[in-house]
């Protein structure tokens, strides 16, 4: 089993940015795809980003592209979620997953999940 506890979220204001954690326990995740979702008030969970153990492969929804980076410690078991010039459609819940298989990952369905962080963005 593995357990995963975000840390990081907060009350910032637009522009501004903030650096996520997740850190893994349990198990070693280093050859684990770790992965960032979101969820909003009264909208669906959304996919931001993923990298896989190397991290060899990395992707990124389109709303976070050139503002956010994922990045990961193997050695910490960490995965790290860095937003640049967040804007209050970034307000959300963030959360942590992560599967041995990347595209499970992707599309939501890992088998661990964290509990989630808030993150919202004022104007």
């Known amino acids: 089993q593995v357990q995963l506890v975000e840390s990081g979220g907060g009350l910032v204001q637009a522009g501004g940015s903030l650096r996520l954690s997740c850190a893994a326990s349990?198990?070693?995740?280093?050859?684990?795809?770790m992965a960032w979702f979101r969820q909003a008030p009264g909208k669906e969970r959304e996919f931001v980003a993923a990298?896989?153990?190397?991290?060899?492969?990395?992707l990124y929804a389109d709303s976070v592209k050139g503002r956010f980076a994922i990045s990961r410690d193997n050695a910490k078991n960490t995965v790290y979620l860095q937003m640049n010039s967040l804007t209050p459609e970034d307000t959300a819940v963030y959360y942590c997953?992560?599967?041995?298989?990347?595209?499970?990952?992707?599309?939501?369905?890992?088998?661990?999940w964290g509990q989630g962080t808030q993150v919202t963005v004022s104007s």
């Open positions: 997953a992560a599967d041995n298989l990347f595209d499970k990952v992707v599309a939501g369905r890992g088998d661990y």
């Open positions: 349990g198990r070693s995740v280093s050859t684990y795809t």
């Open positions: 990298c896989n153990w190397g991290p060899v492969r990395i």
